[in-house]
């Protein structure tokens, strides 16, 4: 840390994300506050997302520190609700306390300013344009000046804000960082400020290391993994996607090696996950990655990667330098919907993907989004069809390996304006808000919130994914000639828990099922006994099972009045069929946007415009 401090009381702060904290460091809050601390300041991190206080220990946290800045780095869009509760909050505990927001959830500027009390938004990558406001700020608390100098914040690039006129500002974005400079994380801040242990975990809770046996290998025992990053931004642009990052940048693979070795000597670390957005687009790093990462006697998983970018030979390298897996966004088995995407790659891509990793004995889990604009009960069986040939191919029954999620329509893509544009989210900022609040705090594996863009009725978009994995599951094990579950397995996941839940937790916890696993974990993975049952004994009854579950859920869930109106829906599409065909030609969403959606008119549309449009 930097010796000469200056300036303001500053907290930087995460909001949870998920039900229990990921393994995935909080890679933004960090990288500024070293850019911070390198300016000389000296921030403290308050990680709610790692630490998880109750929302009265954060009340009093503000109430007694007082900061003169508060940066909240709000990673996803789904952040909004616990967002807005917190800025309100800090401002009516600690009024004179200033507060940014940076992350993804900023692609909302406006709202974020006019009715959830951010008073500045960082957008894109915030190092840069941290320190820059933070001198700003420390010159107007230095002189006890109150409100703001909109001619010097004007010329900082990369912030949002409401000016003397209560008009949205955007200043644009700020210069990308180049690679090199990309500054590499300090774990020491989550050991002192966080839980490391949070950070830095056991391989063997994570199935696609405990499943290759090189990870039992005796000098291995003990060895932990961490996450590392070796790009970033991606070379495509997919129509549901949103990135603050344009382009792609790859850090040089010396400055990974030293990362990867100060893990090594520092934390015991022996397995790394490459999370990055993008892994692999650029062959040159990767060529370079393999060979160097060989003598450091790791174990490694990469993560998105596009189908496109492998082959058997490079998949068989990765695995001989110690990957032990691959994920991959294949996203649809549709070849139309992989074109609304905009997924620049095509389904052979991803049959050829899924064929050679299981060649080259690598550990996949298959993700898929349904329910686009243009998916039909046509595409469906198209995916369906593709994932039973992509899943008989795993070594072991597919309900872990599917990850199915509904498409969640997140700002600053186009699925989002198109949302917007066809009355489904609204236009105005309070019907905005509305939708934020509706999709905070859920994943994409939510069947009950997502919007449905299909010609189909809710309740059929939702049995879809039921009646998919029902299927990939009994295609596999007769193909394989594999039993399903026995009485005693549904007697021990079924009928214990309504009888005894003492003894089944008790069971539970033996078997060591964590808590992240049974909540569906990263993945959202659908473990339920009850495909396993219809799909081994009653699969000529699917289709009528299939909708007595669904029904009874959301009965449940609706309660009668909207039950009944959403089973009508249903009864009106099946009779009257599919009401329009939006899709005829299933060009990219992007194409279509741009072509419905009226170009900006007032000049808070117009500061808008850059973070609608993506990057
Ligand atoms: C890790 C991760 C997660 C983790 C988060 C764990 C954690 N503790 O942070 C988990 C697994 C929980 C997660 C979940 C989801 N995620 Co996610 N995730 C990511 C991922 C891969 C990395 C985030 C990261 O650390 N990036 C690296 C850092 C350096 O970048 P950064 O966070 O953007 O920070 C920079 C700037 O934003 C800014 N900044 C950030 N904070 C602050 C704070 C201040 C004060 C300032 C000034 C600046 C600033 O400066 C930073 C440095 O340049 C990103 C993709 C990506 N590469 O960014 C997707 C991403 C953030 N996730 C995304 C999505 C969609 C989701 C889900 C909603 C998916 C889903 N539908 O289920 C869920 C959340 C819902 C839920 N309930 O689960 C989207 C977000 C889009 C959006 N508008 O919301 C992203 C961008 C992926 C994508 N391209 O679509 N995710
Ligand atoms: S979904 Fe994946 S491939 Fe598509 S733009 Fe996002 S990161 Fe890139």
């Known amino acids: 840390m930097n010796n000469a401090i200056r300036g303001p009381k500053i907290v930087i702060c995460t909001t949870p994300i998920r039900p229990v904290p990921t393994d995935?460091?909080?890679?933004?809050?960090?990288?500024?506050?070293?850019?911070?601390?390198?300016?000389?300041?000296?921030?403290?991190?308050?990680?709610?997302?790692?630490?998880?206080?109750?929302?009265?220990?954060?009340?009093?946290?503000?109430?007694?520190?007082?900061?003169?800045?508060?940066?909240?780095?709000?990673?996803?869009?789904?952040?909004y609700a616990y967002t807005k509760r917190l800025a309100r909050m800090v401002k009516r505990v600690s009024p004179k306390t200033r507060i940014i927001l940076g992350g993804n959830l900023a692609a909302s500027a406006e709202i974020l300013h006019r009715l959830a009390g951010i008073d500045y938004c960082v957008s894109g990558e915030g190092e840069v344009v941290a320190v820059n406001l933070m001198n700003y700020l420390s010159r107007r608390i230095e002189r006890a000046l109150g409100g703001d100098d909109f001619v010097a914040l004007r010329a900082i690039p990369g912030i949002s804000f409401l000016d003397a006129d209560g008009r949205l500002v955007f200043t644009g974005f700020e210069a990308k960082i180049p690679a090199e400079d990309f500054i590499e994380p300090d774990y020491t801040i989550l050991e002192k400020e966080s839980r490391i242990e949070n950070f830095i975990v056991d391989p063997l809770t994570r199935q696609d290391f405990a499943w290759?046996?090189?990870?039992?290998?005796?000098?291995?025992?003990?060895?932990?993994?961490?996450?590392?990053?070796?790009?970033?931004?991606?070379?495509?642009?997919?129509?549901?996607?949103?990135?603050?990052?344009?382009?792609?940048?790859?850090?040089?693979?010396?400055?990974?090696?030293?990362?990867?070795?100060?893990?090594?000597?520092?934390?015991?670390?022996?397995?790394?996950?490459?999370s990055d957005e993008n892994f692999g687009s650029d062959r040159q790093l990767v060529n370079e990655l393999i060979e160097a990462i060989k003598p450091l006697d790791v174990l490694y998983i990469v993560g998105g990667v596009r189908c496109r970018t492998v082959d058997p030979d490079l998949l068989k390298r990765l695995k001989d330098s110690g990957c032990t897996a691959v994920y991959y966004g294949m996203e649809s088995g549709s070849t139309r919907i992989l074109q609304v995407m905009e997924k620049n790659a095509t389904l052979e891509h991803n049959r050829n993907a899924a064929r050679w990793t299981a060649e080259?004995?690598?550990?996949?889990?298959?993700?898929?989004?349904?329910?686009?604009?243009?998916?039909?009960?046509?595409?469906?069986?198209?995916?369906?069809?593709?994932?039973?040939?992509?899943?008989?191919?795993?070594?072991?029954?597919?309900?872990?390996?599917?990850?199915?999620?509904?498409?969640?329509?997140?700002?600053?893509?186009?699925?989002?304006?198109?949302?917007?544009?066809?009355?489904?989210?609204?236009?105005?900022?309070?019907?905005?808000?509305?939708?934020?609040?509706?999709?905070?705090?859920?994943?994409?594996?939510?069947?009950?919130?997502?919007?449905?863009?299909?010609?189909?009725?809710?309740?059929?978009?939702?049995?879809?994914?039921?009646?998919?994995?029902?299927?990939?599951?009994?295609?596999?094990?007769?193909?394989?000639g594999l039993p399903g579950p026995s009485l005693k397995d549904i007697y021990r996941h079924l009928i214990?828990?309504?009888?005894?839940?003492?003894?089944?937790?008790?069971?539970?916890?033996?078997?060591?099922?964590?808590?992240?696993?049974?909540?569906?974990?990263?993945?959202?993975?659908?473990?339920?006994?009850?495909?396993?049952?219809?799909?081994?004994?009653?699969?000529?009854?699917r289709t009528p099972l299939i909708w007595a579950w669904l029904l009874k859920q959301e009965f449940k869930r609706l309660g009668p009045r909207r039950f009944a109106s959403r089973l009508a829906e249903t009864i009106r599409r099946r009779v009257a069929g599919p009401t329009h065909d939006a899709y005829a030609d299933y060009r990219s969403l992007r194409k279509v946007v741009d072509a419905i959606v009226p170009k900006p008119a007032t000049p808070d549309e117009m500061a808008m415009a850059p973070f609608r449009a993506g990057r």
């Open 24 to 79: 995935y460091p909080p890679f933004g809050s960090m990288a500024i506050i070293q850019a911070l601390r390198g300016a000389g300041y000296d921030p403290v991190f308050y990680d709610i997302d790692g630490l998880r206080p109750t929302f009265e220990s954060v009340e009093e946290y503000f109430t007694r520190e007082q900061p003169d800045v508060l940066g909240i780095s709000a990673v996803v869009s789904t952040a």
């Open 212 to 274: 290759d046996p090189r990870t039992s290998q005796p000098h291995r025992k003990g060895k932990k993994v961490a996450t590392v990053v070796t790009t970033k931004g991606c070379v495509a642009r997919c129509t549901f996607c949103h990135r603050w990052d344009k382009g792609y940048r790859t850090r040089p693979v010396d400055h990974i090696v030293r990362q990867i070795q100060h893990l090594k000597d520092r934390y015991n670390v022996g397995f790394i996950m490459f």
């Open 360 to 480: 080259a004995g690598l550990y996949t889990i298959y993700q898929l989004v349904l329910g686009m604009p243009g998916e039909s009960a046509e595409t469906i069986r198209e995916t369906t069809e593709f994932f039973k040939e992509a899943t008989a191919l795993l070594p072991e029954p597919p309900l872990m390996r599917m990850s199915i999620n509904f498409i969640q329509a997140l700002p600053g893509t186009p699925v989002y304006e198109y949302a917007r544009h066809i009355g489904e989210i609204g236009k105005t900022l309070a019907e905005e808000e509305k939708y934020l609040e509706l999709i905070s705090d859920i994943n994409a594996a939510d069947e009950t919130k997502f919007i449905n863009f299909t010609d189909w009725d809710y309740l059929t978009v939702q049995s879809w994914r039921r009646r998919m994995t029902i299927d990939c599951f009994t295609h596999y094990m007769r193909a394989k």
């Open 496 to 541: 214990l828990p309504r009888i005894s839940p003492k003894e089944y937790e008790r069971l539970r916890r033996e078997s060591q099922e964590t808590l992240g696993y049974e909540q569906g974990g990263y993945f959202n993975l659908q473990r339920s006994l009850h495909y396993e049952i219809i799909g081994t004994y009653f699969y000529a009854l």
